[in-house]
């Protein structure tokens, strides 16, 4: 079992069980205009053995106001995240596919998405859970 958590721009495959494309609003507010899509508190899980343990997982690494934005079963999954905070979440059989996918969902490029966390669980359970910003 790996699990991480880290502060960086990042990146994030087929699923049997997934909730995917959850999308998630985030307030606009004076605190999320301060604060950029790159410094958004992520915690990721891979590798566990059920649902409720990989977003629990995540949650406790995301070390903050965090929100369970994917869950997969034997798949990778992406994050992207535009300004403003709002988040779609997207799985796929590829870290490629499901950046992609979570892009697409954003709003592409030209909404200036940016990917914000990518995770691969090719066996077992992994979820992403990404800071929520506040007014």
């Known amino acids: 079992m790996r699990t991480g958590s880290y ?6 495959q ?22 950029s899509i ?6 990721w899980s891979h590798g566990q053995q059920t ?3 990989a977003e629990a997982e995540a949650l406790s690494l995301c070390k903050g106001s965090c929100r369970v934005i994917i869950k997969v079963h034997a ?7 535009k300004p403003g905070g709002r988040a779609s979440g997207a799985w796929s059989t590829t870290r490629t ?6 892009l697409a969902k954003c709003g592409g490029k030209t909404k200036k998405c940016e990917i914000r966390a990518w ?13 929520q910003l506040k007014n």
Not at 75 to 81: G, N, R
């Open 14 to 35: 087929h699923a049997l069980f997934a909730m995917s494309a959850v999308l998630m609003s985030l307030p606009g507010g004076v605190h999320a205009q301060t604060k």
């Open 38 to 43: 790159q410094s958004m508190l992520v915690g």
């Open 119 to 131: 995770m691969c669980s090719p066996k077992d359970y992994g979820a992403i859970a990404l800071e």
């Open 75 to 81: 798949a990778c999954a992406a994050v992207a995240v």
């Open 51 to 53: 649902p409720a343990k």
């Open 97 to 102: 596919k499901a950046e992609t996918e979570a």
């Open 7 to 12: 502060l960086r721009r990042a990146g994030w």
